[in-house]
């Protein structure tokens, strides 16, 4: 925990990226048919696979009702009321370089704490902005590049690596997977494309930020991550949006594939805005997130801190194919005020020897409910698998919920599964000792819940962890006492 | 024609025979219908069987289909045939009018969890019973379903006085070729302070369809202990709901699923806290040995108004050769942060390291194998009382894994 | 002359309802160990709980001072950060929260409250490190999480070693010495004893005598049935070695 953290001024910072950006968009009035597929499609100007392959999603779209389970109290979102696409309009040509970008743009990022050039740079993070729907800069391509890793936009890797996007796409999250994923795979407009080439370990960690400016405009990211034979690679997502009245959707698809001794570790740090304290108003989050090991010796791991969202319906997912495969999930989910997190993870074991490992730590304030639900299926072949899950809830007051719901699905006899769980608040006990060895109720909260997390903290990039542990500190504000 | 579309035809057929309840019972189950395989609580059940059964008619009253077990010391005994009462094997004081009175309205319990399976005891069981305890009793009932009747149903209720200490055990067994529905409903109130000891064990044939239903609601400090030993049949499903409605009220339960060969062995159980001070202690051993499926929801809610709530699940699934499958669900819903909860689920093997450890004491590898199995089973077989009827239990046991090295004592 | 360090005056204390302190009256000056002694129940843990403003204590009557400040007047972080340390006899385990952390933090607070700037990262650990070798404490408990898979010798000796890095006015210990072996009891000792000085003040909870053999006290106080019976000195913690309590109980019941 970083000990010099001020708590005053996070208390009083409220959230600081509640704004918007006063640009030009072109926005497509809302409403979605067949003809907009089309013309997303035509607007990219992409290969006619990949628009024989969103037609199709369409088209089984309509035939799929949209999911209620879980505990989600959720507004009925109207599909048809929502703009599919909205991108800044470009003065001019479209930019080449930072500095041909739009400056009002390069304006909104730097309120997003995120100056492109300066920040990056010391850092050593390559940034692949996402702006709305479409990417306005990369940098560091130069570098990654002479490394041979491709980190471009969903989009340009389209026009200029379809042979990788037809080979991978869909390959983990097929267009029928589930609602919202079949809902992306017609509408999606952009996201981030990761090719790293056998044997490489990427030399920084990649990394994307995004954000949803214009109103009712629904977000749908594609990520598709590919690590070929044994390279390793470490991807960052974090996310930020303007406070809205009227609740925005996000239904994003992550898709990694990691071949033989691959290695690819998944962060995200989710600071969607939340809904006010009487929870209206936040982003919906639909996310469908899968990778595969495929490989052999292959390794997938996602490391995820949870603070917003009004509701979060996402479950990271490994399915383990490669033989001695390794899949693990490492989450932080917090539920304040009247938010509802229902989150959790799959991890398929299909091939031998395969491991994982599940740290699901839950916090409820408020009137908060979080569930977990995980489900752990051991296929007839996975000899030898095994997996080790431990879900801890802890409460704080008396009107929050946390919930727990494991899935466990045996068939192989030699695979051993250990799923342990507990649900408690503070102690009393703990919360006087740290007031008796000088710390006030509300920094002692912090700590405890600190350590509470410290498990899943340790997984994550240095910097995140930095950004997590306060990002947490201020969304459990209020809920001591 | 589904299946409960030729339940209804055949109830529809007899119906003058039922009284108003029974009646009634049948228009609920026309409403709900049966649950669906897609639905979640039902996710493990094999509910397609019962489009195999011929007919859900009861039998009419018969004569012993097997030998009755010898008596429990200490116990009354009621014994029951293809769920009607038999009074020439049953005890003279367990059948008194004010223990044991002929129901034809028996009390409702209100379900907060999927009671349907229980509605077809309700509409077809010919016996409905009532068992009414204000004294405090031990209890035998024998419920044995015979080749001559196509399916067997038994309707019972159980209301226990405030302050009474019952022990009650129940036997459900059936000859070994019986392919036939075996339909049990019991439903149970506990009144304040009262303490039920309950056992149960289910040794039907191995080709039966066993469904079993249970409901207890609990007042104040009221405590019931359930050990139920199921060895299933080619279909099983047990669901119970116990209610912790009063202060201080607690469950202890039990329970033991064994499944072999092509058998379905699934044990729902949702507890509800709903006072303040409430315990549960929930523990489940499977073993399915061969291609058996053996699965266990155990759904614990702990209402806001539960403070104090104290909650212990541990489910734990041995699998035992190729094919073997094991599901378990221990779910926690919990809404007060006045609670300590905790649940363990682990499914597995026998741990080679102890085997190992075995083998060198100097026990061949099937009799270390036998040992860790019984030690397992033992975590439930061993608090059956009294001897004889864990002895059987073991024995039933070891019949259906055919493993006659079960059967031995260990302790 | 000086404001003894910690004055208790008339104190009533009830726990749910209950009254277990029935008007204890107490003066500790700086510089000097108190022996608090007593049968189990007596109420002896319950003052030093009181004293350092755990929830779940009423005080129906009496006050108590530090220093010359209202002690119970003030929140439990602030009667630590202006120097009272208590020492628990059960210290609760925090699981993720490494020692090292928490000792920091702690004697950050207590810095801040002085007008000090935090101590640097380097000087802590020296510190530290020096302190835990005269504990025998093994380095790499600091980094476990707080008290977190201890023994109860090693929690009580952790309790000691915060102790001795925070440097408190006024340490109460609670029972410090239950459950510990002779190797223990000794280092316990060893450090308590190293804190003594002018300035600062133990008092010491204890049913036995084995603490007071290394830490000689200058004051010995039994308290039983909610009050304190008798003080003296040393000679007093001997007698009731030879003889237990039951004749004080007697002398005060018939008084």
Not at chain 2, 37 to 43: C, F, Q
Not at chain 2, 321 to 346: C, F, K, N, S, Y
Not at chain 3, 221 to 236: C, F, N, Q, W, Y
């Amino acid at each position: 925990m970083s000990g010099g953290t001020d708590l005053e001024a996070l208390v009083s910072r409220g959230y600081q990226h509640g704004f918007v950006t006063e640009i030009d968009s072109d926005t497509v009035p809302p409403g979605l048919d067949e003809a907009l597929v089309r013309m997303i499609s035509a607007r990219k100007r992409e290969p006619q696979f990949l628009l024989d392959w969103r037609l199709r999603a369409y088209r089984h779209w309509l035939t799929m009702t949209e999911p209620h389970w879980g505990h989600l109290r959720q507004h009925p979102i109207d599909y048809q009321a929502i703009s599919y696409y909205s991108a800044p309009r470009p003065k001019g040509n479209a930019p080449k370089s930072l500095a041909e970008v739009d400056p009002k743009l390069l304006e909104t990022y730097a309120k997003l704490g995120v100056p492109l050039h300066e920040r990056a740079r010391l850092a050593g993070v390559a940034v692949d902005a996402v702006f709305d729907s479409v990417s306005v800069a990369t940098t560091f391509k130069e570098r990654l590049a002479a490394a041979g890793v491709i980190f471009c936009p969903f989009s340009e890797a389209v026009q200029k690596h379809p042979e990788l996007i037809e080979r991978y796409l869909g390959t983990v999250v097929p267009y029928t997977d589930n609602f919202y994923a079949t809902l992306n795979s017609a509408v999606f407009t952009d996201g981030s494309f990761v090719y790293v080439p056998r044997g490489v370990r990427c030399p920084m960690e990649l990394s994307t930020y995004f954000r949803i400016n214009a109103a009712n405009t629904g977000q749908f990211e594609r990520t598709l991550i590919i690590a070929d034979a044994g390279s390793h690679v470490s991807y960052l997502e974090g996310c930020t949006a303007p406070m809205r009245d009227e609740n925005q959707l996000h239904a994003a698809v992550v898709e990694l594939v990691a071949l033989d001794d691959a290695q690819i570790k998944y962060s995200t740090v989710q600071n969607w805005y939340p809904g006010d304290a009487q929870g209206r108003g936040g982003i919906y989050n639909f996310v469908t997130k899968r990778g595969e090991c495929r490989g052999r010796n292959s390794r997938i791991s996602w490391t995820q801190v949870e603070t917003g969202s009004a509701i979060t319906w996402k479950y990271p997912s490994c399915v383990l194919r490669g033989e001695n495969s390794v899949g693990e999930f490492y989450s932080v989910a917090t539920a304040n005020n009247y938010q509802q997190a229902d989150t959790g993870t799959k991890m398929i074991h299909i091939g031998a020897n395969t491991r994982s490992t599940i740290v699901s730590k839950g916090i409820s304030a408020g009137h908060g409910q979080n569930a977990y639900r995980g489900l752990v299926k051991i296929m007839p072949s996975a000899h030898g698998a095994r997996n080790h899950t431990q879900c801890d809830s802890l409460l704080l007051g008396a009107g929050c919920g946390a919930h727990t719901y494991p899935y466990i699905e045996t068939r192989n006899a030699g695979a051993i599964v250990e799923h342990e769980a507990s649900t408690s608040r503070i102690s009393e006990d703990q919360l006087f000792y740290c007031q008796q060895r000088g710390l006030g109720p509300e920094d002692a909260v912090n700590m405890i819940v600190g350590g509470f997390c410290r498990e899943v903290f340790k997984e994550l990039p240095m910097e995140f962890a930095v950004e997590a542990q306060a990002l947490l500190a201020v969304t459990l504000e209020g809920a001591v006492g | 024609m589904s299946a409960l579309e030729r339940m209804l035809d055949e109830f529809a057929s007899l119906s003058d025979q039922a009284g108003a309840q029974r009646q009634a019972a049948a228009q609920r189950l026309r409403i709900v219908g049966l649950p669906a395989r897609g639905e979640d609580s039902w996710r493990y059940a094999n509910l397609r069987a019962l489009d195999q059964v011929r007919s859900f008619l009861p039998g009419a009253a018969g004569a012993l289909p097997l030998p009755l077990p010898p008596a429990l010391p200490g116990y009354l005994r009621l014994v029951l045939i293809d769920g009607r009462l038999h009074r020439e094997h049953s005890s003279a004081e367990a059948t008194t009018p004010d223990l044991l009175r002929g129901a034809t309205a028996l009390p409702e319990l209100e379900a907060v969890s999927d009671q349907r399976l229980g509605l077809i005891a309700s509409v077809f069981a010919a016996d409905p019973l009532e068992l009414v305890i204000n004294a405090p009793l031990a209890l035998e009932i024998v419920s044995l379903s015979s080749a001559a009747a196509p399916a067997s149903y038994l309707n019972l209720a159980l209301r226990v006085a405030p302050g009474v200490d019952c022990r009650l055990v129940e036997r459900h067994l059936g000859g070994p070729e019986d392919l036939r529905l075996v339909c049990v409903r019991l439903g149970l109130t506990l009144a304040e302070g009262a303490i039920v000891h309950h056992q149960r064990l289910f040794a039907v044939s191995a080709q039966a369809l066993l469904f079993d239903t249970l409901q207890a609601h609990l007042a104040a400090h009221a405590e019931y202990r359930l050990c139920q030993v199921a060895m299933g049949g080619s279909t099983a499903r047990s669901t119970a709901e116990v209610r912790l409605q009063g202060v201080g009220a607690t469950l202890d339960w039990q329970a033991l699923a064994a499944g072999a060969g092509p058998q379905v062995n699934d044990t729902m159980l949702t507890v509800l806290h709903e006072a303040p001070a409430t315990r549960s202690q929930q523990l489940f051993r499977g073993l399915s040995n061969q291609r058996a499926h053996v699965a266990c929801n155990a759904d614990t809610r702990v209402a806001a108004a539960a403070r104090g709530a104290r909650v212990t699940q541990s489910l734990r699934g041995l699998l035992d050769g190729a094919g073997a499958e094991v599901d378990l669900r221990p779910q926690l819903t919990i809404d007060t942060d006045d609670i300590q909860a905790r649940h363990g689920a682990t499914t597995g093997k026998l741990d080679e390291d102890l085997l190992f450890y075995l083998q060198a004491r100097g026990l061949d590898l099937d009799a270390a194998r036998a040992l860790l199995k019984s030690a397992f089973l033992g975590e439930v077989l061993g608090s059956i009382e009294p001897e004889a009827l864990r002895r059987e239990a073991q024995r039933a046991t070891a019949l259906r894994l055919g493993d006659d090295a079960l059967a031995e004592p260990w302790q | 002359m000086s404001v003894p360090v910690l004055q208790v005056e008339n104190l009533h204390v009830s726990v749910a309802g209950t009254p277990v302190l029935r008007g204890i009256t107490l003066s500790v000056p700086a510089g000097e160990v108190h022996a608090i002694m007593g049968p189990n129940g007596s109420g002896k843990s319950t003052l030093a709980h009181v004293l350092a403003g755990r929830p779940g204590y009423e005080v129906t009557a009496g006050r108590a001072q530090f220093d010359g400040m209202n002690l119970l007047a003030m929140a439990p972080e602030a009667r630590a950060r202006a120097g009272l340390f208590l020492g628990f006899q059960y210290p609760v385990e925090i699981p993720g929260v490494n020692n090292a952390y928490l000792l920091k933090a702690a004697l950050n607070a207590r810095r801040r409250e002085r007008g000090e700037p935090e101590i640097d990262a380097f000087d802590f650990l020296n510190a530290v490190r020096a302190q835990m070798r005269a504990m025998q404490m093994d380095e790499n408990l600091l980094t476990r999480g707080v008290n977190e898979g201890f023994s109860g010798g090693e929690k009580k000796r952790n309790e000691i070693l915060q102790m001795l890095v925070l440097e408190p006015r006024l340490a109460l210990l609670d029972e410090t010495d239950s459950g510990l072996d002779i190797d223990a009891l000794r280092l316990v000792g060893h450090g308590i004893n190293s804190l003594r000085s002018p300035q600062r003040s133990v008092v010491l909870v204890t049913h036995y005598q084995r603490l007071l053999e290394y830490v000689v006290p200058d004051r010995v106080h039994v308290l039983a049935r909610g009050r304190i019976l008798r003080s003296g000195d040393r000679e007093l913690a001997l007698e009731l070695e030879r003889r237990g309590y039951d004749w004080l109980l007697e002398e005060a019941a018939a008084a």
